[in-house]
């Protein structure tokens, strides 16, 4: 018999991936131009041309002993300087290579942050809406996620008075994703000052560490100019697992890495046994051929005036239909409010061929999230089939 843990696993399934199965078959069935999928977080931006140039020149130039060999397992020393040294000159901190830990994405970076960190019991805790994930990564190391209510008057900025309530002796770390999925949400410097303050001020009271992991697949999407505030800025420990899987468009690519401030409490010992986290996950390093491509490519960006065109048409249609959403600022997702329930909504959806996620499925129901990483064309399509769902609920 397998796992209990893993058999409760296998009955809950994934929502967001079960949907994208559906949208295939619905595909099959109808024709892919009459499904409106909007379902997953896959980036429909092509990688800039310049990764598939490194991509080639790298795979021909280098010996392949030396490309496709093991390294150290923290990464090549080279790639994490010149990761070091981007971020130090965009965000004014003072990292070296010693600070940064190649990853496999970020889903593999938090899996290392949390091993790292946590002993069974510890508390993990994490602002509604949030990435479903986070309950299975925090699950691996028997840590428990606690999940803080959405702030919805709040215009689902996190609540610094909320945070204060949840923390206990038990607190290990607050984990918090900006740009935010699901929501599309930018927590503002003031949030963030915020949060920082209270982390202090409990962490001063309670005697003890509380780390504040910053997931940021999304730091590169942020519209109108709008500034994500870099965290190890504004509080000590904070620990940052990021990723080029939207960024770069690479998600199938699984490169990330995880920074460790010189300036976090223990960051030695946290920096060795994340890398010892790293190997014994069974990722022992990050894929080295696409370490080398992203050191090239640092100063590469995706088309986000193309996100950011799907983001103005596909508000002005849903709330031209009679819908409420959330403006986004970052990311590539809208929030969008349920005349009733969210789930039921969802299934009603389907018979339009749209494919929207429940909000149930990341902890916040009465809305779903819609993902405008999808073509233009498939935005300027499916807005008939969203006035015809509305006109179903009396819009
Ligand atoms: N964190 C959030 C909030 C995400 O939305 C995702 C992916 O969708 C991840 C982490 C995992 O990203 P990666 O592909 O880099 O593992």
Redesign the pocket.
Known sequence: MISAKMIRMTEGGSAIRAMFEEGARMAARFGQENVYDFSL?NPNIPAPEKVREEIVRIASETDPMELHGYMSNAGYPEVRAKVAASLNSRFGTDFTGDNILMTV????G?NVILKTLLNPGDEVLVFAPY?L?YGNYVSNFDGVLKAIPANIEGNFQPDPEALRAAITPKTKALLL?NPN?PTGVIYTEQTVRAIAAVLEEKQAELGTPIYLIS?E??RELAYDGKEVPYLTNYYRNTLVGY?W?KSLSL?GE?I?YVVVPPACDDARLIFDAAVIANRILGFVNAPSLQQRVVAECLDERTDVAAYDRNRRTLYEGLTEAGFTCVYPDGAFYMWMKTPGDDREFSERAKKYNILVVPGTSFACPGYVRVAYCVSYDRIVRSLPAFKKLAAEYGL
């Open positions: 977080g994405g970020a889903a593999g938090l990435f994930e994703n999925n997931d697949p999304y990723s899987s998600p699984r990330g």
